[in-house]
């Protein structure tokens, strides 16, 4: 069984391989990009939160 890809989670997996925000594949102002949006924000404030702890 194949399901949708779930945009907050493909966001979430392009913040974890480095992918900028800029590289979202879905069009400005659709649901679909609002949630890969999210999804690549939560990883990558996560990312920088855990750089700062390290200073």
């Known amino acids: ?3 949708d ?3 907050f989670e ?3 997996r392009a913040a974890r391989k ?4 800029e590289a979202n594949p879905y069009q400005d ?3 679909e990009h609002a949630l890969w949006s999210a ?3 939560q990883v990558a ?3 920088e939160a ?3 702890e390290g200073s």
């Open 1 to 3: 069984m194949t399901a």
């Open 5 to 7: 890809p779930d945009p």
């Open 10 to 12: 493909e966001g979430r």
């Open 18 to 21: 480095h992918i900028p925000a």
């Open 29 to 31: 102002g659709s649901d």
């Open 39 to 41: 999804g690549h924000e």
């Open 45 to 47: 404030g996560e990312a």
């Open 50 to 52: 855990n750089e700062s």
